[in-house]
């Protein structure tokens, strides 16, 4: 079955750390892949997308992440973190073989020290 | 413009009892999608709904039903409650149920099963 896997749980940093949230997902063909950011007592949202074209994607906040195809990768990054980037991030896919589903990982916690 | 409103925030109920939890999406969003999230894991799919059609379905029990009604607004029933159903329950809307038309959650309804 199709699957996403977020390699850390749980992260500390200092401010102005840089940082990079692992990702791996499973299917071999053409992938939608997502980051979704969930801050404390708010809703997910998403921070970014890649469908296609440039792997290197931008999202908001100053985070980026990169599509590596032969790697079954899709790496979140910043290179500064803030005490507000504090909050629980989920690397995502668009499910294929229908149902319009997305499949999320379980979940990277990032605690930033101020 | 108001965002996905789910009720009740939080709900206790007894083994074996039923449940009905209540989504209305963005203004304009036709697809409604249900997820449920278990602590320490990401969003699980249950239910994608688009102009009131069931359109795809996660691994779960036929306890689990939804409906879509003519206003978008959707409801998620589930059957039969076991302790295991405890989580939070993600509503999301979007435009449409494709790959680019990006997902919004609301703040989820936390189901407590004794």
């Known amino acids: 079955a199709q699957s996403v896997s977020q390699h850390n749980h749980h992260v500390i940093l200092s401010e102005a750390a840089s940082l990079e949230l692992g990702c791996n997902y499973s299917y071999g063909g053409t992938v939608n892949l997502f980051w979704y950011v969930q801050y404390p007592g708010q809703h997910l949202q998403l921070l970014l997308k890649?469908?296609?074209?440039?792997?290197l994607v931008k999202g908001i906040k100053g985070f980026e992440a990169e599509f590596i195809k032969s790697k079954f990768s899709f790496n979140l990054r910043k290179p500064s973190v803030q005490w507000s980037d504090t909050a629980e991030y989920f690397c995502a896919s668009w499910g294929t073989g229908g149902g319009f589903k997305t499949i999320f990982g379980a979940g990277t916690r990032l605690f930033v020290k101020a | 413009d108001a965002g996905v409103t789910q009720s009740p925030t939080h709900l206790i109920k007894t083994r074996g009892q039923h449940v009905t939890l209540r989504c209305s999406p963005i203004?304009?969003?036709?697809?409604v999608s249900w997820y449920q999230q278990v602590l320490g894991q990401g969003p699980q799919f249950i239910f994608q709904?688009?102009?009131?059609?069931?359109?795809g379905r996660g691994n779960f029990p036929d306890r689990f039903s939804a409906r879509q009604f003519p206003n978008y607004s959707s409801e998620l029933n589930v059957n039969a409650l076991l302790l295991g159903d405890s989580a939070l329950y993600l509503c999301?809307?979007?435009?449409?149920?494709?790959?680019?038309?990006?997902?919004?959650f609301g703040n989820g309804t936390r189901l407590t099963v004794t």
């Open positions: 999301a809307s979007s435009l449409t149920p494709s790959y680019n038309s990006p997902l919004h």
């Open positions: 890649y469908f296609s074209g440039d792997p």
């Open positions: 203004s304009g969003h036709k697809s």
């Open positions: 709904y688009y102009e009131k059609e069931e359109r």
